[in-house]
């Protein structure tokens, strides 16, 4: 199993920037993939962007495309996903995930960090 815990998040301006950081613990020689997610109240949970844990594939989705960047330390165990020119419809809670190898999906998830965007 594979443990994370998100950071970083906070209360922004529109227009700011913020970095949410996520460290995995456990058994991270068994990740393939991770990803961030978020979800606004009311909403479903969606797909902000994944990258490989190995390698250089990112995937985003296209609400954020051009403004969120995710990148990872495979060394450090750590992922982050920088988030500039925020907007007010960017404001949930955004989750980290892992998807193990051989795995359908993401099986493992952090606790969730708040991202709150004043217009």
């Known amino acids: 199993q594979v443990q994370l815990v998100e950071s970083g998040g906070g209360l922004v301006q529109a227009g700011g920037s913020l970095r949410l950081s996520c460290a995995a613990s456990?058994?991270?020689?068994?990740?393939?993939?991770m990803g961030w997610f978020r979800q606004a109240p009311g909403k479903e949970r969606e797909f902000v962007a994944s990258?490989?844990?190995?390698?250089?594939?990112?995937e985003y989705a296209n609400s954020v495309t051009g403004r969120f960047t995710i990148s990872r330390s495979a060394a450090q165990k750590m992922i982050h996903l920088q988030m500039n020119r925020l907007k007010s419809e960017d404001s949930a809670v955004y989750y980290c995930?892992?998807?193990?190898?051989?795995?359908?999906?993401?099986?493992?998830w952090g606790q969730g960090t708040q991202v709150t965007v004043s217009s």
């Open positions: 456990g058994r991270t020689s068994r990740i393939y993939a």
């Open positions: 990258t490989a844990w190995t390698g250089a594939r990112t």
């Open positions: 995930a892992a998807q193990q190898v051989g795995a359908d999906g993401y099986g493992s």
